[in-house]
């Protein structure tokens, strides 16, 4: 079983022990396959399938994925309206690269106000956005305003997120912690932008960032 290093050389010896043939014409194969494969997600998983006091991570397991950051927006102003969820922007909201991106998820701040909104809906080059909650504070056709994302989503697929994620352009690392810990340390009426050092896993597949 050492000398074994592909997945085919696995289920061959498997098959071969079993005395079934080895050419894929066994009515085993297939099942040869899918009892592999519950081994490796045993092993994954931390190797605590018969000993639960195991959790290794397997770094033969590991991959590696870009998350490409937004900059904060802050372009033309915002009509927003006192008790209506509904606002617009002077002119559509283009990222610097010029690519445009519905800006549904992020965050709106109307300067010089407290309260921060989600934009719930956003539709791609469109000027109208809705608010996860009604505007509060007096009506202003001209608001100058910052809006921001905080929170990415991940790959589909991850597994077990690993900590810290590496920062690129200074090569730092940027470490986890717990999400009432983000909140409490750094809520977002107190938020700062800039380049982040800790993010928080809100969901299985998505972060969020302390600025």
Not at 149 to 178: A, C, T, V, W
């Amino acid at each position: 079983m050492a000398n074994l290093s592909t997945s085919e050389e696995i289920i061959a010896d498997a098959l071969f022990r079993s005395a079934e043939p080895t050419d894929g014409t066994s009515d085993y194969a297939d099942n040869a396959v899918i009892w592999l494969n519950r081994v490796y997600r045993g092993l994954y998983m931390g190797g605590n399938e018969l000993d639960e006091t195991i959790n290794e991570n397997w770094n033969w397991l590991k991959a590696e994925a870009t998350l490409v950051l937004n900059p904060v927006y802050d372009t033309g102003t915002v009509s927003v309206t006192k008790n209506s969820e509904t606002a617009f922007f002077s002119a559509s909201p283009t990222d610097i690269d010029s690519n445009d991106e519905s800006k549904q998820g992020w965050f709106l701040r109307v300067t010089g106000k407290p309260d921060i909104y989600k934009l719930s809906s956003h539709i791609i080059t469109a000027t109208q956005m809705t608010l996860d909650s009604v505007y509060t504070d007096d009506t202003d056709t001209t608001a100058s305003f910052k809006l921001w994302k905080q929170d990415y989503d991940l790959q589909s697929d991850l597994l077990r997120l690993l900590n810290p994620m590496m920062e690129f352009r200074h090569k730092r690392p940027i470490y986890g912690l717990s999400e009432e810990s983000m909140e409490r340390k750094w809520p977002q009426a107190n938020i700062s932008f800039g380049s982040p050092d800790r993010f928080a896993q809100i969901s299985e597949t998505s972060v969020r960032f302390n600025k």
